[in-house]
Structures are given as structure tokens and as C-alpha cells.
């Protein structure tokens, strides 16, 4: 078992979270962050983006590490925007996006989680299911736009006005795939 794991990310915001994560959970090991541009495959299959990127971070890296790949996904179309969801919000920005979902505004967070060695890759995955709202705010995390219009099931609140409380831990679903990846690894 290694004494650090990089968390391979040049997203401050989901960085930010991760860190979140393991000071609240014991951890038998501690988590830096490796900032570094990967490469993404474009395909709507998510574990296959993941599996694409842990690999080409690995061969940067040389550590084991952790990534992620999350995706928000619209229960109206099949897979998508997922893992384009960055490109679709950068195109369509949220008026567009509210225009896909006028008919049906249930949604989910998808998380893929990918741990490797080296030797062996694992993934992890975490959802969040919800809806689309309209908020009073649209300000979010900049990094994390969608947080300001994801409504999970459960809450009266957005998962922006949750980030900061304790009630976000429950609903992230980053979370859930860091929880399932530290009881895999510490077992």
C-alpha cells in the first residue's frame, strides 16, 4: 500500500472537494494533487473516456494516482451530454441547455472513478439522481457550472447552495465513488 496517491486534476473546484473528502475520513494514506492537461477520447461511453485517461496519466505520472471523469446526463437522451457536458455548456451555455430539457428535467450526476497502480486499474462510480432547476442565482463554482442548476432527489437546494454544508456530502456523488474507492483500498 502506498503512502500517497496523486489525484490527477487541474480543476481547483474538484481538487477542493477531494480534499474535502479525506479530512473528514481517516485514510491511511494522504492525496496531492497532480496538475496536468489530459487528452480525452471523445466518446459517450464514460468508463471508456475514464479507463482512456487513467492510462495516458499513468504513463505521465508514474505514481498511483486517482481521476475522475463526471458527467451530467439528461433522462431524455441516451448518454448524453455525459461526457461532452463541458463542450455542450460551453455551446449552449444554460438558456440552450434549459431548451433540451423543456419536455423532461430529470437528470443525473454520473461519476466515474479511476484508480491505478500501474499494475491494476479499478473504477468507482457515484450517482446522484435529480432534476434541472431554474435557480434565483445562476452563479455556481466557476469550474463547476452545473452545481447551479442540479437539484438532487431529497433536497430543496442546488447542489451550489449545498456545497458548503454538511447536507452536500450526502448528495455528491463524488463522494460516493471516493467512499467506495478508500473501503476497496484500505481493505
Not at 39 to 62: G, P, R, Y
Not at 84 to 109: H, T
Request: glycine fraction near 6%.
Amino acid at each position: 500500500m502506498n503512502n500517497k496517491i496523486y489525484y490527477v486534476t487541474n480543476n481547483a473546484g474538484k481538487f477542493e472537494e477531494v480534499t474535502d473528502f479525506f479530512n473528514r475520513v481517516p485514510a491511511t494514506f494522504r492525496v496531492e494533487q497532480y496538475a496536468i492537461d489530459i487528452d480525452e477520447i471523445q466518446s459517450l461511453d464514460q468508463k471508456i473516456v475514464v479507463l482512456d485517461k487513467v492510462k495516458k496519466a499513468f504513463n505521465a505520472v508514474k505514481q498511483p494516482l486517482l481521476l475522475d471523469d463526471g458527467g451530467l446526463f439528461f433522462a431524455a437522451y441516451n448518454q448524453f451530454p455525459g461526457t461532452l457536458s463541458k463542450f455542450v455548456f460551453q455551446g449552449l451555455g444554460f438558456k440552450g441547455l434549459f431548451k433540451l430539457i423543456e419536455d423532461d428535467n430529470r437528470a443525473s450526476f454520473i461519476l466515474q472513478l479511476a484508480y491505478t497502480d500501474g499494475v491494476q486499474t479499478q473504477l468507482f462510480e457515484g450517482v446522484c439522481l435529480g432534476t434541472i432547476v431554474m435557480p434565483e442565482d445562476l452563479s455556481s463554482h466557476p469550474k463547476l457550472p452545473f452545481t447551479a442548476i442540479f437539484k438532487p432527489e431529497g433536497s430543496d437546494k442546488t447542489l451550489a447552495q449545498l456545497r458548503y454544508t454538511d447536507d452536500f456530502f450526502r448528495f455528491s456523488f463524488r463522494q460516493q465513488a471516493l467512499k467506495k474507492f478508500i473501503d476497496w483500498y484500505q481493505t
